[in-house]
């Protein structure tokens, strides 16, 4: 499987995204059957299905 890593990109100005704005767009990746997810530790892997 290819993992999906998520960078991301701030325009000056611009916040970046809260935890909860990132775990809602996971849950909703996940729900979807687009992605895994596995906890490592304090790390949270996501990846694609294939």
Known sequence: MTSV?????????????????????????????LITTVRAGRTVLHRRTP
């Open 5 to 33: 890593v998520c960078r991301y990109c701030v325009a000056p100005g611009k916040s970046t995204p809260s935890d909860a704005t990132v775990s809602a767009h996971a849950a909703a990746l996940r729900g979807a059957g």
